[in-house]
């Protein structure tokens, strides 16, 4: 298995998950691997799945919880998918550029249309699977064609227009065989130093009121409505500082758990169920979380 999984990339074995995800949690995987470009990539599913290996497309870990377990299987990351080419008001990105990173590059090419991206600390294709989003624009919002991995192994470049898209949420949340391997996104002509005004003054307030100091995963629980924010649900329920374990609800935003520096995976999930328990009790909300779980039994 070893040899043929060099074949396709930069491998490493028995690997600290907690070096991947935001929130610095997790156990050991069997094997993390960086396919080089898309023909390694398209050979390293072909053999995974004909031989029954698990594996995981992992993106900056920004929206994962991953388990304390030993991930018997394949992590696979998108790093060197990192292309980013900008032709006039179209750019070309990689899945694995960083979304921040290619919003300052564009801002620098006089374009705007991704000023809203720059706090959100996820990469381009973990951007598209869960159409992030903030200051009410969201990643599908620009985003004119795909290219993706199908469940066939087979190469697409699709308009992005053929995915159904919402709220945090895309198609690909839904359907998990695709791999998304570079998108085009159309912007427009800006003001550079307008984008960065705007970018500057929302870092601000991001500092203010966000536990940036903390290892995290953003918010945890989608909004139930846009004016009824899962913060301020939360700590109208009194949950603010909340902990168990390692873990706590941030003092500064009630949506936001925080690793103390010593959570676990369990601390986190727990506290996570708890919250969500709380609300579901008191106020009838059954929120929505916007992490997933992985490698639990």
Not at 114 to 135: D, H, K, R
Not at 276 to 295: A, F, P, R, S, T
């Amino acid at each position: 298995m070893k040899e043929k999984l060099m074949e396709c990339g930069d491998l490493l074995e028995e690997v600290s998950l907690k070096c991947y995800n935001t929130f610095r949690v997790g156990g050991i995987c069997k094997y993390l691997i960086s396919p080089r470009n898309e023909l390694e990539l398209q050979k390293l599913i072909c053999y995974l799945k004909e031989e029954n290996i698990s594996y995981f497309i992992l993106g900056n870990g920004s929206n994962i919880i991953f388990s304390e377990n030993y991930y018997d299987g394949v992590i696979i990351l998108l790093k060197h998918f990192d292309q980013i080419h900008i032709n006039e008001t179209k750019v070309e990105v990689g899945a694995g550029v960083m979304m921040p990173t290619l919003a300052i590059k564009t801002i620098q090419s006089n374009l705007t249309g991704l000023e809203w991206s720059v706090g959100i600390p996820g990469s381009v294709g973990g951007c598209i699977y869960g159409n992030a989003e903030a200051y009410k624009e969201s990643t599908f919002d620009h985003l004119e064609s795909i290219t993706l991995l199908t469940p066939e192994n087979e190469i697409k470049t699709v308009p992005a227009s053929s995915f159904t898209s919402g709220y945090r949420t895309s198609y690909f949340k839904e359907n998990k065989g695709y791999i998304i391997l570079s998108a085009v996104f159309h912007l427009t002509y800006g003001n550079q130093e307008e984008s960065l005004k705007q970018v500057n003054k929302r870092r601000e307030k991001r500092l203010s009121t966000q536990p940036l100091e903390y290892p995290s995963a953003g918010s945890v629980f989608r909004n139930p409505s846009k004016d009824f924010p899962s913060g301020k649900i939360i700590e109208d329920l009194g949950l603010k500082g909340k902990q168990i374990g390692g873990a706590a609800i941030s003092t500064k935003h009630a949506n936001f758990i925080i690793n103390k520096g010593n959570a676990t995976s369990n601390d986190i999930r727990n506290l996570i169920e708890l919250v969500h328990q709380e609300v579901k009790e008191k106020e009838n909300i059954d929120l929505v979380m916007e992490q997933e779980y992985v490698g639990w039994d």
